[in-house]
């Protein structure tokens, strides 16, 4: 069964750091693009960045584009967002998500994901 598990998050002032981490099991994690989602409170889920398979090309939304990073880690089957210089407004629940395909094309698009993780929350507040 294909899974995938975030963890990371949690409370932290602006201007501080934090690392997500997306933990795949049933399949190979570099076979398909990877995505980080987030939805705040009232608002519509968005795509903040992916990670193509094979290459490992990335893609950030301009919103997080600077202070986020998306990463790979071939042996430990992870994805990881590590989020730089953080704002009260990237307050989330934070995804990750497997896409049915290999490029990050509309890596934005719900419907190009078929398997989602839990969700890890995210609060940046003083």
């Known amino acids: 069964q294909m899974q995938l598990v975030e963890s990371g998050g949690g409370l932290v002032q602006p201007g501080r750091s934090l690392r997500l981490s997306c933990a795949a099991s049933?399949?190979?994690?570099?076979?398909?693009?990877i995505g980080w989602f987030r939805q705040a409170p009232g608002k519509e889920r968005e795509g903040v960045s992916c990670?193509?398979?094979?290459?490992?090309?990335?893609y950030y939304a301009d919103s997080v584009k600077g202070r986020f990073t998306i990463s790979r880690d071939r042996a430990k089957n992870t994805v990881y967002l590590q989020m730089n210089s953080l704002k009260p407004e990237d307050t989330a629940v934070y995804y990750c998500?497997?896409?049915?395909?290999?490029?990050?094309?509309?890596?934005?698009?719900?419907?190009?994901?078929?398997?989602w993780g839990q969700g890890t929350q995210v609060t940046v507040s003083s």
């Open positions: 049933g399949f190979t994690l570099d076979t398909r693009a």
């Open positions: 998500a497997k896409s049915r395909y290999s490029s990050c094309s509309n890596y934005g698009s719900n419907l190009r994901y078929d398997v």
């Open positions: 990670i193509s398979s094979g290459d490992g090309n990335t």
